[in-house]
């Protein structure tokens, strides 16, 4: 496609189940990035693919997060045994190349609530 | 720690008025500066970005934002504000690391710009 595709747009999950959220970069792009956006927050930044490097996880939460990005495309975040506030928008970006004066591009995002 | 500032949570402004976002980063060096804006129920979408040279940048929709290296500023713009305006702003830093490679993108809390007829 010719955008950040990210999927589901919506989910709904029962407090203590496991999520995974799918993020499918523009073609081409090396880098690519996880963020959460809560009601009337900013972004908060969770982790970092670049290339073969080894990923930033530095805004990680906790360790039921974790995500992983094969063959240098396709991101999935997977949240564990979620909880109340985990409930977020959940925001992917990829960006081209390694310099870092490029712009990211965002998909629309993964709306998270855990009931 | 690096951090983005943008002070006021919400800007009002009058259709036809200039207005102004206002950002203001603390991270070492000099960084890439990024204006972002989001749309309800919408995504993120690329205004500008400051990497070097003019300090007066100019991006889309008619906005433009000037950086201000000894104020570590770079407020957004535009000399006429428009309804179709409003929305949700987000200014952004990335700093430069060695060799120009990526690092994370810092976002400020974002403003929310109301436009009023």
């Known amino acids: 496609g010719a955008g950040v595709s990210q999927s589901p747009s919506n989910k709904v999950t029962e407090k203590g189940k496991d999520v995974e959220l799918r993020c499918d970069p523009i073609?081409?792009?090396?880098?690519l990035y996880w963020y959460r956006q809560s009601l009337g927050q900013g972004l908060e930044f969770l982790i970092y693919?670049?290339?073969?490097?080894?990923?930033?996880k530095s805004g990680l939460p906790s360790d039921r997060f974790s995500a992983e990005r094969t063959g240098g495309s396709v991101s999935t975040l997977t949240i564990q045994r979620t909880q109340q506030e985990d409930s977020a928008v959940y925001l992917c970006?990829?960006?081209?190349?390694?310099?870092?004066?490029?712009?990211?591009?965002f998909g629309q995002g993964t709306r998270l609530t855990v009931v | 720690a690096q951090s983005v500032a943008q002070p006021e949570d919400q800007v009002n402004v009058a259709e036809g008025n200039p207005l102004t976002v206002k950002c203001t980063y603390s991270?070492?060096?000099?960084?890439?500066l990024f204006w972002y804006v989001q749309y309800p129920n919408r995504g993120l979408q690329f205004l500008l970005k400051?990497?070097?040279?003019?300090?007066l940048v100019k991006g889309s929709y008619g906005f433009e934002a000037e950086f201000n290296k000894s104020q570590t500023s770079f407020h957004l713009k535009k000399p006429s504000a428009l309804v179709s305006d409003s929305a949700l702003y987000f200014c952004?830093?990335?700093?430069?690391?060695?060799?120009?490679?990526?690092?994370?993108?810092?976002f400020g809390k974002g403003t929310k710009l109301s436009v009023k007829p």
């Open positions: 970006a990829s960006s081209l190349g390694a310099g870092a004066n490029t712009e990211a591009f």
């Open positions: 073609s081409g792009h090396t880098a």
């Open positions: 693919f670049q290339g073969n490097s080894a990923p930033d």
């Open positions: 991270v070492s060096g000099n960084p890439y």
């Open positions: 400051y990497i070097t040279g003019d300090n």
């Open positions: 952004a830093v990335r700093p430069k690391s060695y060799g120009g490679s990526q690092g994370n993108l810092i």
